[in-house]
């Protein structure tokens, strides 16, 4: 076992290592773990999102239950729709914090969308919601 610190343990994480993986609800996505959940008992999550080409979302709006989220673009780009915001683009070197609640949706994304993703706890549900008014 690893020595921890504070409740966390050092990691690192290289692309040549790791492996992209389809999981959770979304088919169109690809994730590729950091392995920031097992270093701090899931109490935070990080992972490297690529979109799958020729795949894209169902732009379901839904809401998840976690106390952070932050989303950074490294490649590409991703619309998102939010509740009370509106349609936003983001591209390379855009960075969202989306709070926790908030009613959102992805619209559309390039092929080559890739992205961090930064949440806590590391395993959270998502719910279905309604349209915004």
Same mark, same amino acid.
């Given at each position: 076992m690893n020595q921890m610190w504070k409740g966390q343990a050092f990691t690192i994480s290289?692309? !040549? !290592? %790791?492996?992209f993986e389809g999981r959770r609800l979304r088919a169109f *996505? &690809?994730? =590729? &773990?950091? %392995?920031?959940a097992g270093a701090t008992q899931g109490k935070y999550g990080a992972h490297v999102i690529r979109a799958?080409?020729? =795949?894209?979302s169902e732009a379901a709006w839904h809401t998840h239950d976690l106390d *952070? @989220?932050?989303?950074?673009?490294? @490649? %590409?780009w991703v619309i998102f729709e939010y509740a009370g915001e509106g349609e936003v683009t983001l591209r390379a070197g855009?960075?969202?914090l989306q709070p926790p609640g908030i009613r959102h949706r992805e619209v559309t994304h390039s092929d080559d969308l890739e992205l961090i993703e930064i949440i806590s706890?590391?395993?959270f549900e998502t719910q279905n919601a309604e349209p915004p008014a």
């Open positions: 290289h692309a !040549d !290592d %790791g492996k *996505f &690809e994730y =590729r &773990e950091l %392995g920031i799958v080409p020729g =795949r894209h *952070f @989220q932050m989303v950074y673009v490294t @490649q %590409g855009s960075c969202v706890p590391a395993e």
